[in-house]
DNA sequence: CAAAAACCATAAGCTTGGCCTATGGAGTTG
DNA sequence: CAACTCCATAGGCCAAGCTTATGGTTTTTG
């Protein structure tokens, strides 16, 4: 039994006539017709009694009406689904990002993205850059933004931009007065920075190394954002990346790390999976509120 | 979508290969690979991707997959069913009937019916013919058996043999020497009989009448069967129809009415309602199975 | 009571779906 | 590097599904 055969069923079997079955299925009414007669034939036994130019179910009719009604309703639903599919009105978009990009690239990605498909789900995880692999590779999520590009070979990294670095300073302190620091502003001070083995700490050392000073961080974290706490209470300044929407924090001064090493921005996927059009749109956006925010940052810089 | 390309798709996600799919739907790979492309490309989105030669299902193929695999089984059914309809191998059938023909005929019928489609459904109900008129009218059952033709008009009723009346004697009763009996044999003597204003009663009064004789009933029963209990008490001569199986009861003697009305004994159907393949096929056992016990009836007299 | 309307079926013709066999290109493996 | 496996394309066939045109029945209506 076809798909449209159990449509022009449950149509006549509705509309009780076949010309009513057809104007609900907009086709003729041989068309119509000739599908019921066949589906007859086909079947080995008649689903209507002709009597007096009408139609009468047959109890075998009446047998199968009620599976011909729900399947024909399941297709309908399926067909619906598929539409929304194809015009992205439905889905889940997942990102998992570490928290500068999902605080600072993120919001306005997805701002943008409900603006187009108000009807996908979206859901942001910030994460560390190991705890995003692992999601990527577990399909919890199909898009990640890190500030690193070297990921192991299952992961694609396709680089979308470049932030430096930004020194957070005490509300008070007295670099406030540069608009610019540099490696060598920091000698000697107390300073909060990512932890050793990590990316941005080696970029760090190493620059520091090739500028011929010697940074000693005191304090070190693990993501950029916990700096925040600690140079509010006079810890010390935070070198960290500039990607971050540091204004938004009060009780601290940013100024720009002139010469210093840069940080990629990455967006993640996994090689084994595939990306669905939802989630394509979304890598689009992502991409579009990346440079939206770097060029931002040019021309507060 | 139409089934097939539901088909082909679950196939192809359980198979992982097309090549496979193929296999398992028994037909060329090219084929089914025509159709999956071609259900992309109706749907506006692929369900795999093609990395090195290899089928990876997308997002979208594993988000309508569970709805696609409960539809492909809920066709897979109503095929089966459909196909079990035309072969007569499902289905119930309900007749109604009078209690003679229930007890004579519809035991034999059935038999047979059973012995040729063993996985249908049957249901006897032994019912007085207001009551069978009702049912099926009700479509509560689909065939009537019932000894009497003058039906309304939305009643079908199809002659299928007749039968006379017998004489239901108490063990010891003196008419037992002779082995037919007319009714002038029971003038004056108690007669437990039909009530007034049924069929059977009007015909017998009809007769004695033709044939100059006066009966008088001194028990009126409502169905034949209830004669039993009344004439083993020895409270009277049972004058009743020939069908039901008298002999099966102890301490009666059955003998033959002679020149007496008789019955007619009629297949009912609503003519509102059609019948299923398998109630024409139990009305034809009711046909043979009333034919050959009228015949042996024919044979035993 | 006859004309109009409603209903279903058939005929002829077209487009597309679904299937075949044959073949080729791309990737994996012994 | 050759054999194997996998998927896609080409060309051809038949049946499904749709159209318009038309005719036969039965019911409704003026």
């Known amino acids: 039994m076809r798909a449209r055969q159990l449509e022009v069923f449950v149509a006549v079997m509705r509309a009780g006539t076949v ?32 009597v007096k130019g009408r139609l009468r179910p047959t109890p075998e009719a009446l047998e199968i009406f009620a599976d011909a009604e729900r399947l024909s309703a399941g297709l309908d639903g399926l067909r619906r689904k598929t539409t929304d599919l194809r015009l992205g009105r439905t889905g889940l978009v997942r990102v998992a990002a570490s928290p500068p990009p999902a605080m600072a690239i993120l919001p306005r ?27 990527l590779r577990a399909g919890d999520a199909s898009l990640g933004v890190a500030m690193d590009d070297r990921l192991p070979p299952d992961i694609e990294a396709e680089v979308i931009g470049s932030v430096g670095f930004a020194c957070l300073l ?41 500028q011929g000073v010697t940074l000693s961080p005191s304090l070190e974290i693990d993501v950029s954002i916990s700096a925040v706490g ?34 990629p921005i990455a967006l993640l996927t996994s090689r084994t999976r595939a990306l669905s059009l939802a989630d394509e749109m979304m890598r689009d956006q992502i991409r579009a509120a990346c440079a939206a925010v770097l060029s931002e940052y040019r021309v507060r810089a």
Do not use: C
């Not at 003729?28 to 599908?35: D, K, N, R, T, Y």
């Not at 300044?237 to 090493?261: E, K, M, S, T, Y």
């Open 230 to 263: 600690f140079v509010q209470a006079g810890m010390g300044i935070g070198l960290v990346d500039a990607l971050l929407p540091w204004h938004q924090f009060a009780g601290l001064a940013v100024r720009r790390l002139a010469n210093g090493p840069e940080f």
């Open 109 to 135: 990605a997805f701002t943008a993205f409900r603006a187009q498909h108000p009807d996908i789900l979206l859901r942001s995880h910030s994460a560390p850059i190991a705890a995003i692999v692992d999601m």
């Open 170 to 210: 005490p509300a008070e302190h007295a670099l406030r007065r540069k608009t610019e620091l540099t490696l060598a502003d920091l000698v000697g001070l107390e300073l909060i920075s990512y932890r050793g083995n990590t990316r941005p700490a080696d970029e760090l050392a190493h620059a520091a190394r090739a």
């Open 19 to 50: 010309t009513a079955a057809a104007r609900m299925l907009n086709i003729s009414q041989p068309a119509l017709s000739q599908i019921l007669l066949h589906t007859e034939d086909e079947l080995g036994f008649t689903l209507f009694e002709r």
